[in-house]
């Protein structure tokens, strides 16, 4: 089963290659001068560049050395920042994997809690106040949000910076807080959503009524209930993920953070083809990643699965 | 024919609920903001006229309440202009990817089969593909457009709707009308969309109205990021945009749109979750 998983992962990977790919030749305009950018267009260079994307090769060898310098870690070079993606992706990718990080552990920190409390007294002032701010949550622009903090701090309470991504260490921190506060309403409004629906399913079934029956007290149901509402939750791991990529790219951008969001925003109004390949192709090997260990996670959460997969073996 | 099904209803007894007031307030928000889109554009055509002479008025100047751009234009007149091209949009992509839910996901859940998985793993793919990036990405890469970001929605948004509509049909298909239904060999068209999709339309509608708010954020941000809506329109996403280089002399020409798209999304979802258990209610009580 988790080979059949994986194969499949791998499958949908190497369709998404081949539509990055393609990119190259989708983008309007002449895919040399595309490829060359603002350099000036001699014969010479011309010729280097159509060596180095074999464009004079079938396309399938085009493709077939693409992805392999994909593989080996040679993403070509960006035209816009004159250096190989492969560092302007490196020298990026540490604030905004920090800024996820951030924002996911705040918004599970809030709105699991949150999410729970709202089943458990369903109807009750807290339930009704979670789904309010849920609501506002989802519909509120991850920039709206962004920008009446980026107002708010900068002007009324200048307590935390608003711009750029710091100096490092703790200074960055501090410029971290208010985009990953941001981004955490977003996320916490899918996340209490998913777990209110969850624990409420749970807390309805037969078990729940016998261990109350039974006379065990209400925080042990409670925390029963939560690990198999625990399934759901996780399964709708791949909503919040998706969130999180669109969430990222709008929140750095707010605050000018200088992250992959920002580099893939500025690449993309340069048409700097090589950077966005990569980078397109970079999130969904971590997007299907993360799904992949999201499915495992499922297997060790429920017992049953667990149990199947004991007896296949 | 229609006479004789009003009389079988009528034993179900009907209350009559009173409408909670946070959403009776959100329809009236939406009734303006409709009826904005619709006049919005005639009263103020000249809503883009710049008048340099005129720029970064703070609120509460003469004859610009709240008050005007770097480009003199006036914030007020732009909002109200851009309602139009803020509801299009996501209204359009909203219907469209429902259309496509309900066409096939009705087959997914009714033929079954290869045809079935052939959607199904359709809509994994897409549900795995992170809607803005895609949507950065295409419309940035291969120059888009309004309209090219209308399509590109329709097609990212619509593995929810097939999926929500096939496991309705599903549900539905396991019943004893549909035996029925198909004992009278009706053609397998008119049994799926005469008799399921009619019992599956609470999800499909509630559905499409999250979409509606759902494609409102979406086609901000993408303003927003600067791809979509093009500089010079009349748009919400595009006003907030703009607005930033002067946010801090004039706030409202970032959160007058801001707050516009932010109201309307609410009471769309609002009116939506209203609908979705009004409609299930209905059904419930017609059981």
Redesign the interface.
Known sequence: MVAVRVLGVLG?LF?LSIVVFA?MY???GDIVKNLLGNRPANPDVVAAVRAQYRLDDPVVVQYLSWLRGFLTGDLGTSIRLQQPVADAIGDRVGITAALCLLAFVVSVAVAVPLGVRSAVKAGGWIDRTGNALS??G???????VG??LL?VF??YLPILPVYGGGDGGVDTLRHLVLPAVTLALGLGAIIVKLTRTAMLRELESDYVTFARSRGLGEGLVRRLALRNAAIPIVTGA?LV???L???T??AE?TYALPGLGTL??DS??F?D?AV?QSL?LL??VV??AI?LVADLAYILLDPRVRRQMGAAA | MSDIRVIGVLPVRRRRRRLPIGVGVAMGVLALAMLAAVLGRLIFSDAMHQDILAATLPPGSDGHPLGTDELGRDILQMAVAGTASALVGPVIVAVGSMMLGVILGTLAGYERGWLDTLISRWTDLLLAVPVLLAAIVVSGVMGGGYWVTVALLIVLFSPSDIRIVRAGVLEQSARPYIEAAQMLSLSRWRVMFRHILPNVTSLVVTNMMLNVAFALVAFSSLSFLGVGVAPGTADWGRQLTDGRAIMFQNPAAVFVPALLIVAVAVCVNLVGDWIGQRLSQVGEEAR
């Open positions: 949908v369709v990119m989708l983008a309007p609501i506002l989802l519909s509120a622009p991850t920039f709206a920008l009446l107002y900068a002007y791949s993920l998706t969130f990529v669109g969430g790219v709008l951008t893939l925003q993309v109004l048409k083809i966005v397109t999130v969904a997007i299907a799904a």
